[in-house]
């Protein structure tokens, strides 16, 4: 399978834990997204690599939520000190591409985070 | 403020026949469109995308049509299958320099289709 794989698929933890969630994307992918989507809506953009640099976080990244791509490879997004509102499917997705041409971002099957 | 609207939750439509998938948005400079796909339990599935500079892109039974002046765009599914229910996504981005970057997807909520047999 050379889609874009997360692991774990589901993370269920106690509120005020931290956790990692780990995204490989597609092999020849130099750029590498996180967004997040609750129930009844669309995915929501949270930050942005291309290839190791960390390029755009969006305002809803707060500063529990860290994400590394350190060899422009893989990704791991970190949230500290788990909320309630941290609930959600966490999708990861790549794509291939240089300047600003446009190309389709494809998605992994997500992490679902449950926080008791 | 929604920028990408999918006023529709959800469409039931018989096998064979035309599905058609709505979505309109507000920004003006959205310059690249992507419809997605969306079973349970899965991540989203790219269909189908198109720029702003084209009106029609077509891709076997998938056709998205784009209205500038509108802010409308649609998915033609024809014909229809029972495997094509599934939740469908308006995705549009931004170009650099305007707001926006090469990872900004602003999404719609979906649109439930049913096809029944």
């Known amino acids: 399978d050379t889609g874009v794989s997360q692991n774990p698929r589901h993370k269920i933890t106690k509120r005020g834990q931290n956790v990692t969630f780990r995204c490989d994307p597609i092999s020849e992918h130099n750029r590498l997204y996180w967004y997040r989507q609750t129930l009844g809506q669309g995915p929501e953009f949270l930050t942005y690599f291309q290839n190791e640099a960390q390029l755009e976080k969006s305002r809803l990244l707060s500063d529990r939520f860290s994400a590394e791509r350190p060899k422009g490879s893989f990704s791991t997004l970190e949230i500290q000190r788990t909320e309630q509102g941290d609930s959600a499917m966490y999708l990861c997705?790549?794509?291939?591409?240089?300047?600003?041409?446009?190309?389709?971002?494809?998605f992994g099957d997500g992490t679902r985070l449950s926080i008791l | 403020d929604q920028q990408v609207k999918q006023n529709s939750p959800s469409l039931s439509v018989q096998e064979g026949r035309i599905s058609i998938l709505n979505c309109d948005y507000t920004n003006s400079m959205f310059d690249y469109f992507l419809w997605y796909k969306k079973y349970p339990a899965e991540g989203p599935t790219f269909l189908i995308s198109?720029?702003?500079?084209?009106d029609k892109n077509e891709d076997g039974r998938f056709t998205v049509f784009l209205n500038k002046s509108a802010k409308h765009l649609s998915l033609h599914i024809v014909p229809s299958q029972p495997g094509d229910s599934a939740v469908y996504f308006c995705a549009a981005k931004i170009p650099p320099g305007y707001g926006g970057s090469q990872g900004n997807l602003i999404f719609g909520k979906g649109t439930k289709l049913s096809v029944k047999p």
């Open positions: 997705a790549s794509s291939l591409g240089t300047g600003e041409d446009n190309q389709p971002q494809h």
């Open positions: 198109i720029s702003s500079i084209k």
